[in-house]
């Protein structure tokens, strides 16, 4: 079982940064892909970013390539979701998740662990 919280949801202008982070319970952090998903209201969920277990490799959505960073902390089972460069368009709830499947590519629906999510506004 691993329980999952985030924090770092906020409000914020266009053009600014947030870090998210998402700190996970348990022994066996280090054996799951870890993955930030963002749902806007009345939208699907949306895959954001994926990291490996080891944190070497990374997986981004087209539409945030280039301004999220994801990175990962196994010693404090912990995952980090930088975010730079936010547009309205990047408002949403974002959820952090951990996948026991070895496929930063995996969809959300082979995710095993959900946290409850932060909320992150970007005013335009």
């Known amino acids: 079982q691993v329980q999952l919280v985030e924090s770092g949801g906020g409000l914020v202008q266009a053009g600014g940064s947030l870090r998210l982070s998402c700190a996970a319970s348990g022994r066996t952090f280090s054996s799951y892909v870890m993955g930030w998903f963002r749902q806007a209201r009345g939208k699907e969920r949306e895959f954001v970013s994926a990291i490996s277990r080891s944190g070497d490799s990374t997986n981004y959505g087209d539409s945030v390539k280039g301004r999220f960073t994801i990175s990962r902390d196994n010693a404090k089972n912990t995952v980090i979701l930088q975010m730079n460069s936010l547009k309205p368009e990047d408002t949403a709830v974002y959820y952090c998740?951990?996948?026991?499947?070895?496929?930063?590519?995996?969809?959300?629906?082979?995710?095993?662990?959900w946290g409850q999510g932060t909320q992150v506004t970007v005013s335009s």
């Open positions: 998740a951990a996948c026991s499947y070895q496929n930063i590519a995996s969809p959300s629906s082979t995710y095993d662990y």
